[in-house]
């Protein structure tokens, strides 16, 4: 079965959606949002730099629409740990992928040897 065509344009289109969905797609996406958030919190927009709901996180003061203080460290520290953390796990992913496939084409370890 590996050696036919399908297993051979699977693999390929596996390795191109995986480079483009979660390592292209993936990064902009959290750039873009690292950026929106850090605007919004320097513009006093939003309270928590962080766009999840958290349990942690500061309530409005009843008499106003606001948060007094500005975030919950701890809530910021989560959000930045995972996203660095799954952006992490996409690229060591997309490295073990890029190793099957260039076993899958050079023939891998038996290829070198014979």
């Given at each position: 079965?590996?050696d036919s065509?399908m297993?051979?344009?699977?693999?390929l289109?596996?390795?191109?959606?995986?480079?483009f969905?979660?390592?292209?797609?993936?990064?902009?996406?959290?750039?873009?949002?690292w950026?929106d958030?850090?605007?919004?919190?320097?513009n006093?927009?939003?309270?928590?730099?962080i766009?999840?709901a958290?349990?942690l996180s500061?309530?409005?003061h009843p008499?106003h629409?606001t948060?007094?203080?500005?975030g919950?460290?701890?809530?910021?520290g989560?959000?930045?740990f995972?996203?660095?953390?799954?952006?992490?796990l996409?690229?060591?992913w997309?490295?073990?992928i890029v190793?099957?496939?260039?076993?899958a084409?050079?023939?891998?370890k038996?290829?070198?040897?014979?």
């Amino acid at each position: 079965m590996k050696d036919s065509g399908m297993y051979f344009w699977n693999g390929l289109c596996l390795l191109c959606a995986w480079f483009f969905v979660r390592i292209v797609f993936g990064f902009s996406s959290s750039y873009f949002f690292w950026q929106d958030t850090a605007e919004a919190y320097n513009n006093e927009t939003v309270a928590v730099p962080i766009m999840v709901a958290s349990p942690l996180s500061p309530r409005p003061h009843p008499l106003h629409d606001t948060v007094s203080d500005r975030g919950n460290v701890c809530g910021q520290g989560w959000y930045c740990f995972s996203n660095i953390s799954l952006n992490c796990l996409n690229v060591m992913w997309f490295i073990q992928i890029v190793k099957g496939a260039l076993r899958a084409v050079g023939g891998g370890k038996k290829a070198a040897k014979e």
